[in-house]
């Protein structure tokens, strides 16, 4: 048995948003927001359409919208490309869904809170070694829980995520697990079919659900997520080789005086590790020649 990438979109939504996968849905929730607790009992799945496209390219993300118990909205999002400033579109989205649930007739107890599930495909919180966290409103120094928590953010950082199937201790474990790994694995693991709704999930992603069609369009969705995230590590790339740039010619004026421009186009031509090599080697270098000697034994 094969199975498809459930953090693709499509995948997702046929595995945990279809008529059929309200359990799938609701185990998957209470396991990763309530420590699988039955908080939630039942959800009601919200046609939700895409808000604005980043950087003006395809949506890089897929939303599931939830009201569940009647008194609470989900927002179930997977961010596949680590893009400028999603942070703030997180909670832009959050805050916008909490503000437009009421019409000007209706009175602010009808607010239900809203919880914005995000699951990365990245690192998101350097400091942070737990893959999950969870964001409240807290009073700053004795960190006293507001007492209306309105907008509630939780975050799976999946890189984090390093345990194997021996290692899986909770539902929430198990569940972050089908996601980081079912596109690696073709066969249910026993330890996981004893879970209906896990073992479920996993039936739902065999390749055998999904027509010829639609496994073309997974895989150029693949090939499309793999395309921008290199053209995004390039950018990077010459963004952190710029800045590295721009201090060591200031370095090299600073401690030779001025910078030939013949010398000065070969340094431009340097790639990122070479220029970190340069950045530490000027330190011995007291006069041009040194600088000449050291490109020449680069090879530029």
Known sequence: MRFINPKNDLAFKKIFCCSDSKDILINFLNAILYEAQPVIQDLEIIDSQPTNQTLGVPETRLDVKATINGDRIALIEIQLLNVPSFEKRVLYNAAKTYSLQLTREERYERLKTVISLKIADFEMFENQRE???????????PKIDCPDT??????????KFQKDLAALETTADRWIYFLKNTSNIDTIPETLRVFPEIEKAFQMASQENFTQQQLNELQNQEDWMQDQQIAIDLAREQETKTAHLSLILRQIVRRLGTIEPETENCIRQLGLQKLEDL???ILDFNEQSDLTAWLESQAI
């Open 131 to 141: 893959c999950t966290t969870r964001f409240v409103f807290k009073e700053k120094d």
């Open 150 to 159: 309105e907008i509630e953010l939780v975050f799976v950082e999946l890189p």
């Open 279 to 281: 950045e530490e080697a």
